[in-house]
Nanobody
Framework: QVQLVESGGGLVQAGGSLRLSCTTSERTFSTDGMAWFRQAPGNEREGKEREFVAAITWYGTYYADSVKGRFTISGDNTENTVYLQMNSLRPEDTAIYYC????????????????????WGKGTLVTVSS
């Protein structure tokens, strides 16, 4: 069982920055096939899916339109860690951010659906105040 542990969430003012980290216990970790999703508070109760934010695959990095130019996903294979650098944060970025790992999508192009993900972290809360 692969464990994913997120950290780095917190409270920040609009326009500020945060860097999230996701560390995995997977021995054969590769940044290919890693992604970040988010879910605004209350959306899980309403049955809404987690929203794709960014992913790394063998072909490169992919972003949701809402974060393109502001967020950057990167990874460090030596540290078994994937990062999400978030700049120019907005109140609408407020959400629980989840790390995801899916070996089936290592050679995938484009945004990810939240369905069928191999492993999820427990999430870290990001709150952006106006």
């Amino acid at each position: 069982q692969v464990q994913l542990v997120e950290s780095g969430g917190g409270l920040v003012q609009a326009g500020g920055s945060l860097r999230l980290s996701c560390t995995t216990s997977e021995r054969t970790f590769s940044t290919d096939g890693m992604a970040w999703f988010r879910q605004a508070p209350g959306n899980e109760r309403e049955g809404k899916e987690r929203e794709f934010v960014a992913a790394i695959t063998w072909y490169g990095t992919y972003y949701a339109d809402s974060v393109k130019g502001r967020f950057t996903i990167s990874g460090d294979n030596t540290e078994n860690t994937v990062y999400l650098q978030m700049n120019s944060l907005r109140p609408e970025d407020t959400a629980i951010y989840y790390c995801a790992s899916d070996t089936k999508r290592r050679r995938f192009r484009g945004s990810w659906s939240s369905a069928g993900i191999d492993y999820w972290g427990k999430g870290t809360l990001v709150t952006v105040s106006s």
